[in-house]
């Protein structure tokens, strides 16, 4: 498609809005199609007219798709299905807050899918700290992996029962949107679903991170501070609120229809052979699962169109931090359930988040869905199942689903009733009426609120989804329904399968389950199940009777419904849903495949009836078209941006302004419809929300349109604009998909033998006709191809059945006469009218053109390796229409040559020949890779649009061009043709050009279509090859490289032996080449190693093809005064890289920063102000800054700030050695404040500038801040990398590029790139042009040796290097052991050299801190690749490999940003920073200027000259009171901005740290963990360096905290006692550290307290380890009796405090808690009166202990929340050293015993001192009663005796008288 010339477009520029104005009232298709040729670009002209004239024809002007009668090319034959991937899910769990429960032992379980974690139990906190890291590793397909849900739940573990504490869920999508793909430090709130009127049940601080393969991801910093905002900090989406109230999410499912109507079970298939076909074998059932949350209908028994009107209602949070409700159709089997068919609802496309009234909540219908899947009649053993639970691409339909979706807020209160409570409350009569405000729900975070629900017996329960009855919507009304025609007629079938040849093969075309042959089913009711429908809807209201009787079996002349008896009929005779079965031939010239000879188009029509919805396709249509003409510009403008053509601004600035006009239609338009359709009650919600949205949307998009149309030329210019032009075009295609279905997708079958072998699924929006042009589908009445799958897995390679080129048309039947409209001029209808009651069955053709077409097949390149060599023996196979033909074979490459052209003559094509010449058939290429023995494979296929040249026209040779290939969705590189068609003319071929033949009667491209050649020539540097695997099991040992290019070799010199070294004797050499002028055309060059064995075999190891030449063409050096002493006159001024750091420095004051932009362009001097180095006393004597000639105030302000900075570092114990772990942790605070936006000093303290003319300084704005209070004194600190050097400075190939080598098949497989690399070669390439006299005397050059490509290469020799390797941490190693920990130790292989330190191995730990450094000798280039492994110790068995790294030491030792030892900021001789470099900086400057080549340095007081640019600053500095010239610290700071220095300069890489990701081949392209590290290389033949930096890990240091409890007041009184009814309490008070539990003390017990006042005077005391810099306890101990060793752990210095209740007989009660965070908790009360709860709330008054040492007061005990107690408390810390000196003892025992307290007589236990007991508690109260009681017993006594004895004594009396 050339554009036409300018000129004739002016004057159809002229003619156009007349030409629109006529389309518009009449709809014609425009005659003059040249006209519209390129139609972007006549829309651009268009849109050129001024505002004005717009104004005017507004209405008119309408820019459509331009109308061609074929759809849009489309490259790629078919796309490889989804396969399952490898993803990561890390999660750590730091720490929980802010739990709800008294005394609780919490854990974190983590469960993802089926996968459940925990973490250890921590006792008696309700804020435990874990710091666990929990790797989850799945293999799962994308959708259904970012579809699992991450539950996080804590649970108080006591005894064997576990208590539920609070949730948290989200799904992994949301996770996988985020930046980075990560929440770092984030809250999780915890709520409990189960009773959601409760409120936050805590808080969860985790990171989570997701990776697919290939992502590393980024660790992010650790911080823990007891002052941070939690709320600030929630684990949400950026943009949620913090606060989310709960809502009910309702599912209700009306009913389905057109299900499938066998289900595939045996027991079905017993069932259907006795019963018969009629009834439908299949009880279906809905699931629908939202948020882990699932909930199902009932199951209709029976029913392929069952009706249910049940409603599912799940409580989740909102807005739901999960992306998709799933909904599925499940059939209910005797055996298992079988799913029909599954659909996703996205929520972001049925809600809109925005706030205010733009924004609403999840909505849908009452709406279709359809359902996708298997075929319908699939018979058993199928791999079909996945289909249908919606994983793939469905290949039928499976009937659809009438559901409604609604949401609604609770909110607390007795709000009005909402709408969807009134529609509920009719079908919950059985239950208690629930209202609005369900019982009164407040969001989570407030408390409950007033509930109105006090009948509701299930408060606020979230459960279990709840299942409801709902009444049926409105029944659909005759005029609700449409009938609509498909029409389709078969141009051309061909490339059929040889396979499915032998018999014939019909094409079915379905829409629904209309015109589906094969169902069976009674006739009129497959021709229309909506027809039933209606006959359900008319005749039987009743919806109980819907179940008794299928509607099939009623008879279809019901009388009630008229409608009936005549439409089945009519639909009957009327559709003709396939093509008369014909046999296939045989193509010419090749047996591979079949074509359908049609003589006649057969046409196919299709009737059916479905509810008239086309409103929301056309709007869905309308934006589409929107979308293509705006990405079609974007993409112009892109290509044109590639080409660094100019016009790409304009073309993008107009491809703007007409989308802000398309746009501007599209929503006049939609206002215009909204306020039309308002009144229609068939539009849902979700249609009218949908039309405010894309309007809403497309007016915030024309504003970022103009705004970006507008941008002035920014520094990213073009570029940036095409960012963001293409965000837009992705959001403008997010708007297009509209969630609610109305007619089903269509599909194309084709039919052998009453089979269903191969389909093809087209969208039915795409096909729709409108007599708007706008709203057209962008296939309808187009030539569509096809290109025919079977179902299920498909093979490996191409698995097209067939390919057919098809017109189709769909629209509804009153628009029917329309469908012929757009047919190719020349075709007629050979009977019936145009209209849907006579459709046509045939078209005619009347004339026929013979053509021959040309196959100009040149070249292709990239192609995939298929076989074990890693190379190809690649053919090309040529299809188009009924003729096929091959090329030649080439064998052994990648990138064939087949310069051959294959003629297909006596092609008989039908149409006019306009219609042919504009829009031929489609040629299809595909690549095969020949085999000896086997099939060939396929390695790729694309299509392409031949030229036409007419006999009427004069010959013109076509253009070879580059067309993609693909193989499935991978690239497989690009074929260079072209392909013409020439007309053959009545008097035959003899008119054609001649083709030239060679033997074997093959015919060659002619030679004018190939490419015009000139002479170049193509240098090469050959350095080495490196890390050869083993080839045939035998190592490599002479190994040459042969360089291929354009069909000729150059070799390399052989490597005699490669272990001693790989590197080549002869290093360079050139070649001249033949190649094309067109750069675009340079054929791909191909590096091919091969081993030269024994008895002259040679080997092939491995090769690497380049495909694009480009990247070689050489630039000369642009030429640079490199001696000139006179100051150029432009100057190269430094003004752009100083200007950034200036304006960023803060207090720069406003005329500075003018005159740094005035002064910089004059100036040729730079001022270094080299600032006084503040160092601790054990460094060498510190240079004192001396005032010299500067300005005195900014001297002066200098001094006052050092002299403020000059405290030493407080650690907090300030007592701390200031050593390479400070540099390391002030590196890490300045990074963590930069992340956060505080500015701190930039590294080069001051820059200032000084004209030539004005030798005043002016000072240019101090780089110097003054620090925050935790940096006293300014550390030197070094640069962080978050990720690896190279990733930073490039791979270090500025000197050789590394080509890696492969060999073996590439299949699509993940993970084998790594099974196919063979080696590395290094090496690197110049191509340039040779001028005609060059060519003549070129082999001179190559004699004398004056080669390009050489320059600024290293000597290629071997190097002796000491290598100084220091690793100091790594982080998320990936858990090695079945604990889910690892003990990980370091493994360093360098060559042959191996460390393995296996004896400091740190135990338990994934995130171990090494500080190990290792010194190693090494020979370049023999051993130049270091490992770094690291490996998990294993006491039984081999060690396990957790990770490893790789690093090029050569690349690095060679590249001149000077890889080998980083630069420090500041110089100093000795302490923590001392020189590391064997040069010092002055030499290094000296050295750098001389490799380079550029002038200089000249040394003179004051100042250091290089390459003329003239730097200034201090050299004079005082050392034991003599002053010393020193000029290392000014070189040192030109060093750092050595980037800036003409031709020469780059960045140097400075003092760093690099992060380096670790990977496993167990688990290819996983992120297993990253390596904190740093590499030192210093050259034997230099000066030793100094000793290696000692980088060991700090040992904690000791101390000891003392705690007197000496009393407590207003303890909450548990016990009441059984006699008296009195209120008392047992206090004592238990203490521990967080992580030493073990160490738990506690005080006696003060018995009986019966005001709460507890005496104590106890003594806790607890020694522990801690690390002031990190702030953290380290607490070593074994995890259970079988730990060999100590697991070392890093912990918050925590302290908890708590009182308890004694029992002596049952366990005790816990009364309150405590927790002080020794690093800020609040200052004690000075008396028991004024120690109140919200103290530990408040943030003001704080104290450290580690700072005040001494703390003494009264703090509160809570418990719930509620105050519970008071303590007296004094705390005291001591250096272990001053504990051992001053040694105290525990409780009250010596040393230093305290006194013992005076409690009140009635503190006892009762158990113990029963007397006293009952002395205090039963004497003083019962006294008298007691005296009175004994007095009246021994009275009752003495009376009863007196009775028991007077008769005996009376008697006595009387007998002895």
């Known amino acids: 498609m050339d554009p036409k010339p300018r000129k004739e477009k002016k004057k159809i520029f002229g003619l156009k809005v007349k030409m629109k104005k006529k389309k518009e009232t009449a709809n014609l298709v425009l005659a003059n199609k040249g006209a519209m040729d390129s139609e972007v670009e006549a829309f651009s002209e268009a849109s050129v007219l001024q505002e004005g004239e717009i104004s005017e024809d507004q209405p008119l002007r309408r820019r459509v798709k331009r109308n061609t009668k074929r759809a849009k090319l489309q490259t790629r034959i078919q796309d490889s299905e989804g396969k399952p991937e490898s993803f990561q899910i890390a999660i750590n769990i730091t720490e929980a807050r802010q739990l709800v429960g008294e005394n609780i032992d919490p854990s974190v379980v983590i469960e993802i899918g089926d996968e459940k974690k925990q973490t250890s ?133 009306y009913r389905a229809e057109g299900l499938p109507r066998n289900n595939s079970s045996i027991m079905a298939n017993v069932t259907k052979a006795f019963i018969g076909d009629n009834t439908a074998l299949i009880d279906p059932y809905v699931v629908v699962s939202f948020f882990k949350q699932v909930g199902r209908t009932s199951t ?59 924004g609403f909540l999840p909505t849908f219908g009452p709406a279709w869905i359809n359902l996708y899947g298997s075929a319908r009649n699939f018979s058993l053993g199928d791999d079909t199942g996945e289909l249908n639970e919606g994983i793939g691409e469905g290949v039928s339909f499976r009937g659809r689903v009438y559901l409604e979706l609604a949401v609604e807020i609770l909110s607390g209160g007795t709000g009005p009733e909402s709408k969807l409570s009134r529609m509920i409350k009719p079908v919950k009569d059985a239950k208690a009426v629930k209202t609005g405000g369900k019982d009164g729900k407040t969001p989570a975070g407030g408390g409950a609120g007033g509930g109105t629900g006090a009948a509701d017996d299930d408060k606020g329960k979230a459960g279990a989804p709840e299942v409801q009855p709902v009444d049926p919507p409105p029944v659909p009304t005759e005029d609700d329904y449409e009938s609509f025609l498909l029409f389709g007629t078969l141009f051309d079938a061909t490339m059929i399968d040889r396979k499915i040849g032998d018999k014939p093969i019909s094409f079915e075309f379905s829409l629904g389950n209309h015109g589906n042959v094969l169902e069976s089913q009674a006739q009129p009711s497959t021709a229309s199940p909506a027809v039933a429908r209606r006959r359900k809807a008319l005749d039987i209201p009743d919806s109980s009777d819907m179940f008794g009787s299928s509607p099939l079996s009623s008879s279809p002349t019901s009388s009630s419904s008229p409608l009936l008896s005549k439409e089945p009929s009519e639909i009957c005779v009327a559709s003709k849903s396939t093509t008369p079965p014909e046999r296939p031939l045989i193509v010419e010239g090749n047996r591979q495949y079949m074509y359908l000879p049609l003589e006649k188009k057969p046409c196919v029509n299709l009737m059916s009836y479905w509810e008239d919805r086309t409103y929301r396709l056309y709007n869905s249509n309308m934006l589409e078209n929107i979308a293509i003409l705006f990405k079609e510009s974007v993409s112009i403008a892109a290509e044109l941006h590639k080409k660094l053509d100019p016009a790409a601004e304009q073309t993008l600035r107009i491809g703007l302004r007409d989308f802000c006009f398309d746009a501007r239609n599209f929503i006049a338009t939609a206002e215009a419809k909204l306020k039309a359709e308002l009144k229609n009650s068939y539009l849902t919600l979700l249609d ?24 002035k030329r920014t520094a990213g210019g073009v570029k940036e604009m095409l960012q963001e032009a293409t965000k837009l075009t992705q959001k403008l295609c997010f708007l297009v998909e509209e969630p609610q279905h109305t007619v089903p997708d269509m599909f194309v079958w084709l039919l052998s033998n009453n089979k269903r072998v191969a389909y093809a699924r087209v969208r039915t929006r795409d096909l729709l006709y409108s007599s708007n042009q706008e709203a057209r589908g962008i296939l309808c009445g187009k030539i569509l191809t096809l290109y025919l799958k079977p179902p299920g897995k498909r093979p490996a390679g191409l698995s097209v059945q067939a390919k057919l080129d098809v017109y189709l048309w769909f629209g509804t039947c009153s628009d029917s006469s329309h469908m012929l409209d757009d047919l190719p001029a020349g075709y007629t209808p050979s009977t019936g009218g145009i209209d849907a009651k006579s459709p046509p069955l045939y078209l005619l053709c009347k004339e026929q053109q013979a053509f021959q077409l040309r196959c100009h097949m040149y070249q292709a390149r990239g192609l995939i390796a298929a076989d074990n060599t890693g190379l190809s023996d690649p053919f090309a196979r040529v299809t188009f229409l009924s003729h096929s033909q091959i090329t030649n074979i080439i064998s052994q490459t990648l990138s064939p040559t087949w310069n051959q ?16 010449q504009e829009e031929p058939p489609h040629v299809v290429v595909e690549v095969y890779d020949d085999d000896a023995l086997g099939k060939a494979e396929y390695l790729g296929a694309t299509v392409a649009i031949p030229e036409v040249r007419l006999a009427s026209e004069p010959y013109a040779p076509p253009t070879l061009q580059y067309s993609s290939l693909h193989c499935g969705s991978q690239p497989g590189g690009d074929l260079l043709a072209a392909f013409e068609l020439l007309q053959i003319s009545e008097s035959g071929q003899g008119s054609l050009p001649e083709l030239e033949e060679q033997e074997g009667g093959i015919y060659a491209v002619p030679a004018n279509i190939r490419p015009v050649l000139s002479t170049y020539r193509l240098e090469v540097l050959f350095w080495g090859l490196r890390e050869l695997k083993k080839v045939q099991l035998l190592s490599v040992d002479r190994p040459q490289v042969f360089i291929e290019c354009a069909g000729k070799t150059l070799r390399s010199s052989v490597i005699q032996k490669y272990k001693s070294n790989p590197n080549f004797t002869t290093p360079v050499d050139a070649i001249e080449l033949e190649l094309p002028e067109n750069e675009h055309l340079h054929p791909p060059l191909s590096i091919t190693v091969v081993d030269w064995r024994a008895f002259g075999r040679s080997t092939l190891v491995g090769n690497h093809i380049i495909n694009n030449l480009k990247a070689f063409k050489y630039t000369p050096p642009p030429p640079h005064a490199v001696h000139s002493h006179k100051p150029p006159q432009v100057t190269l001024t430094p003004g752009p890289p100083l200007t950034p750091e200036l304006h960023r420095a803060e207090g720069l004051s406003q005329d500075a920063v003018e005159t740094c932009s005035t002064v910089a362009l004059t100036n040729q001097d730079f001022l270094i102000t080299v600032e006084e180095e503040a160092q601790p006393p054990p460094a060498p004597p510190t240079p004192k800054l001396e005032p010299k000639k500067k300005k005195v105030s900014s001297s002066k302000s200098i001094r006052r700030s050092t002299k403020r ?154 190097v002796q290097v000491l290598i100084r390797v220091y690793i100091v941490s790594a982080s998320n190693l990936h858990p090695a052991d079945p604990d889910g920990k690892a003990d990980p130790y370091i493994f360093l292989r360098l060559g042959k050299n191996e460390i393995k330190d296996r004896d400091n191995y740190i135990p338990k730990q994934l995130n171990p801190v090494f500080g190990r450094s290792f010194e190693m000798q090494a020979t370049f280039p023999q051993e130049s690749l270091l490992s770094v492994l690291i490996y998990d110790y294993d006491l039984v068995g081999g060690d396990d490999l957790i990770g490893e790294t790789r690093i090029d030491l050569e690349n690095r030792f060679y590249s001149r940003h000077r890889a080998t030892c980083g630069l420090p900021t500041e110089y100093s001789l000795g302490g923590y920073n001392a020189w590391r470099d064997c040069l010092k900086p002055s030499e290094l400057l000296s050295k750098l200027c001389r490799d380079n080549g550029v002038d200089g340095p000249h040394f003179s007081p004051g100042r250091i000259i290089v390459a003329d640019k003239v730097f200034t600053g201090k050299t004079l500095f005082m050392h034991e009171g003599e002053p010393v010239e020193s000029y290392e610290h000014l070189s040192l700071k030109i060093l750092h901005r050595w980037a800036e220095i003409p031709a020469v300069g780059c960045k140097l890489v400075p003092e760093h740290i690099e992060t380096r990701t670790l990977y496993n081949k167990a688990r290819p392209g996983m992120d297993q963990g990253q390596v904190q590290m740093w590499v030192d290389m210093f050259p034997m033949d230099l000066p030793h360096p ?106 918050p210095a925590i302290l908890i405090l708590q009182v308890w209740d004694f029992e002596t007989l049952s366990s005790d009660d816990f009364l309150g808690t405590l927790e002080l965070d020794l690093h800020g908790f609040p200052r004690g009360a000075k008396t028991a009166k004024s120690c109140k709860a919200d103290m530990l709330s408040e943030v003001t008054d704080r104290i450290s202990i580690f700072q005040q040492k001494r703390a003494r007061g009264w703090w509160p005990f809570s418990k719930s929340g509620e105050l519970t107690g008071k303590a007296e408390a004094e705390f ?53 009663y007691i005296i009175i009681t004994l007095v009246l017993l021994i009275t009752v006594l003495f009376l009863a005796l007196l009775f028991y004895t007077l008769p005996g004594a009376i008697s006595q009396k009387i007998i002895n008288g």
């Not at 052209?901 to 042919?916: A, E, N, R, T």
């Open 300 to 358: 209709q028994k029976s029913s392929a169109d069952p009706v249910w009107n049940e409603q599912i209602v799940f409580t989740e949070m909102f807005p739901p931090l999960c992306q998709r409700l799933k909904i599925q159709v499940w059939d209910e089997g005797s055996m298992n359930d079988v799913a029909i068919g599954t659909h996703y609802f996205d929520l972001r496309r049925i809600s809109n988040e925005q706030d205010g009234d733009k």
């Open 901 to 916: 052209c294959l003629p297909m003559s006596h092609l008989l094509l039908s149409g006019d020949l306009q219609y042919i």
């Open 1586 to 1691: 100094g000793p290696p930096v000692d980088i060991s890990p700090r040992k904690p240091k000791g101390y000891e905290l003392r705690i007197i409890i000496w009393n407590t007041e207003d303890v909450i009184l548990e016990d009441s006692n059984f006699l008296t009814g009195q209120q008392s309490s047992d206090i004592y008070i238990k203490g521990w550290l967080k992580g030493l539990e073990d160490d738990r003390q506690e005080t006696d017990v003060h018995y009986n307290s019966l005001t709460g006042e507890g005496n104590f005077n106890w003594r806790f005391v607890f020694p522990f380890n801690y690390l002031p810099a990190e702030k953290v306890v380290v607490v070593k101990k074994r995890d259970h009796i079988f730990s060999l060793d100590k697991t070392e752990q890093k912990l």
């Open 1772 to 1824: 005291h810390l001591v250096t272990a050293e001053e504990a051992e000196k001053n040694s105290v003892g525990k409780a009250r025992k010596e040393p230093e015993p305290l006194p013992k307290p005076n409690r009140p007589d009635t503190s006892f236990s009762w158990f113990v001192n029963p007397f006293k007991c009952f002395f205090h508690l039963v004497w003083r109260n019962y006294k008298k």
């Open 1205 to 1358: 900075r000059r405290r030493t570092i407080a650690d907090e114990s300030a007592e701390s050695v200031i050593d390479w772990w400070s540099k390391y942790y002030a590196s890490v605070d300045k990074q963590v404040n930069q992340k956060e936006g505080i500015q701190l000093p930039s590294v080069f303290e001051k820059v200032s500038s000084q004209s030539e003319g004005d030798k005043k300084k002016k000072q240019k704005g101090k780089g110097t801040v003054e620090l925050s209070s935790t940096l006293p004194t300014k550390i030197v600190r070094l640069q962080l990398y978050n990720k690896e050097l190279e990733a930073e400075f490039g791979p270090f190939d500025d000197w050789v590029s590394t080509y890696e080598l492969f060999r073996g098949k590439a299949n699509e497989e993940e993970g084998t790139s790594d099974e196919r690399f063979v080696g590395k070669f290094k090496g690197r390439f110049c191509l340039y042009k040779l001028s005609d006299d060059e060519v003549e005397d070129g082999d001179d050059v190559i004699d004398t040796g004056h080669f390009r490509v050489n320059r600024g290469i290293p000597q290629n020799i071997s």
């Open 121 to 253: 139990v921590k006792e008696g906190t309700n804020a435990p700290f874990y710091n666990e890291y929990f790797v989850f590793d799945f293999f799962a397909h994308k959708d259904v992996f970012f579809d699992k849900i991450i539950k996080l739940t804590v649970v108080h573990s006591k005894m064997l029962k576990t208590f539920f504490v609070g949730s948290f869920k989200l799904d992994v999508w949301t996770i996988y949107k985020q930046p980075g793909h990560q929440f770092i430090n984030k809250w999780a709130v915890l709520t409990n679903p189960g009773d959601i009127s409760t409120g936050v049940k805590g808080y969860v601080k985790c990171d989570i991170s997701v990776s697919a393969k290939g992502d590393a991801m980024q660790p992010g910093p650790k911080a823990s501070d007891a002052e941070e905002q939690i709320e600030k900090n929630l684990l949400i989406p950026e943009g949620l609120p913090s606060e989310r109230p709960w809502a009910r999410f309702c599912v209700k499912v």
């Open 688 to 711: 009218k929300k949908r039309l405010t949205m894309c309007k809403q949307e497309l007016e915030s998009m024309i504003g970022d349109a103009e705004s970006l149309g507008e941008r």
